[in-house]
């Protein structure tokens, strides 16, 4: 069985900084693609940043310049170094990841951003 367990979450100020860590544990082959991913009261879950195995990264225009995703391929883990935050960055974070061609998702972090 598979399981993605995130750290990190909290409650922070506006303009500070918070680090997202995923680690995914169980026995499987390979891990494609991780990710974070957030969902807001009343919103829909959305995208925030990506990394595939080979190292290529996306992230949401919401949060470019501000978030960076890392990823640890030896440790299976990932992570998410958020600075500059906002507000309207707080939401529940959950880690992703495609885990022997299967999604898996984190069980969330609250991440609370106060003005």
């Known amino acids: 069985q598979v399981q993605l367990v995130e750290s990190g979450g909290g409650l922070v100020q506006a303009g500070g900084s918070l680090r997202l860590s995923c680690a995914a544990s169980g026995s499987f082959v390979s891990i494609t693609t991780m990710g974070w991913y957030r969902q807001a009261p009343g919103k829909q879950r959305e995208l925030v940043a990506t990394t595939t195995s080979g190292g290529s990264t996306g992230n949401a225009n919401s949060v470019k310049g501000r978030f960076t995703i890392s990823r640890d391929n030896a440790k299976n883990t990932v992570s998410l170094q958020m600075n500059s935050l906002k507000p309207e960055d707080t939401a529940v974070y959950y880690c992703?990841?495609?885990?022997?061609?299967?999604?898996?998702w984190g069980q969330g972090t609250q991440v609370t951003v106060s003005s």
């Open positions: 992703g990841a495609s885990v022997d061609g299967q999604w898996y």
